[in-house]
């Protein structure tokens, strides 16, 4: 089955601890990207990656990594979370990074909590 | 930083009835996206627009791209409780360094 899949699920941490969220996709996609969703404040996008080893920030890149070392992985790497970032992440992929005519297929998401 | 605004935000109506929601943005896209979203998932595509005036019908939502790229609209004729979800407009930047932009979403609800 053609999916996205994300672990955690769900987190819960304390300030300072440095945590991964790992994205996978089985579907050979070229574009990944990572994304926060608050309410009020609805999906950003946090980093993106539109091939191995190439990566850009998004809108809200402050207190993130991510590396692409293989197509399929994506991880999201929070060095020394803070309450801020609590958040509902998603993961997303596609097969181009071009969207027109493309279908952007996101994770089930992963709720994290800072205390 | 391209913005876009989606109205309405929140939308209860009963089962049956018709509705519309708006996407709009100052910012021209090259395309426009419209996702379905339900408590504990991730967001589902529905629809990609990239044509200036484009319409386009999926059972019974229709989805429209303003002529000048800047806004569109979802229509859903006779909701029905299947239909409640957060449904979010997404706006592909275009260029060479790719970036989607999304609306807040409206919360729609569907009554029996």
């Known amino acids: 089955e053609a999916q996205v899949t994300q672990n955690p699920r769900y987190l819960i941490t304390v300030t300072g601890k440095k945590l991964t969220v790992t994205c996978s996709q089985n579907m050979n996609h070229e574009y990944m990207s990572w994304y926060r969703q608050d309410p009020g404040l609805g999906l950003r996008q946090i980093y993106y990656?539109?091939?191995?080893?190439?990566?850009d920030k998004g809108d809200v890149p402050e207190g993130y990594k991510v590396s692409r070392k293989e197509k399929r992985n994506f991880p999201l790497i929070l060095e020394s979370p803070s309450p801020n970032q609590t958040s509902l992440y998603f993961c997303?992929?596609?097969?181009?990074?071009?969207?027109?005519?493309?279908?952007?297929?996101f994770g089930p998401g992963t709720r994290l909590l800072v205390l | 930083t391209q913005l876009l605004e989606q109205s309405p935000q929140f939308l209860s109506i009963q089962e049956g009835e018709n509705l519309t929601v708006y996407c709009n943005s100052s910012?021209?896209?090259?395309?426009l996206q419209w996702y379905r979203q339900e408590p504990g998932e991730g967001p589902v595509l529905l629809v990609t627009v990239v044509t200036g005036g484009e319409v386009k019908k999926l059972k019974r939502l229709t989805f429209q791209f303003g002529d000048a790229r800047k806004d569109s609209s979802l229509h859903i004729t006779a909701a029905q409780p299947g239909d409640t979800g957060l449904y979010l407009c997404a706006g592909e930047s275009g260029g060479s360094n790719y970036k989607l932009t999304f609306g807040k979403g409206t919360l729609l609800t569907v009554n029996p």
């Open positions: 990656s539109m091939n191995v080893e190439v990566t």
């Open positions: 910012s021209v896209f090259s395309s």
């Open positions: 997303a992929s596609s097969l181009r990074a071009k969207l027109r005519g493309e279908t952007q297929y």
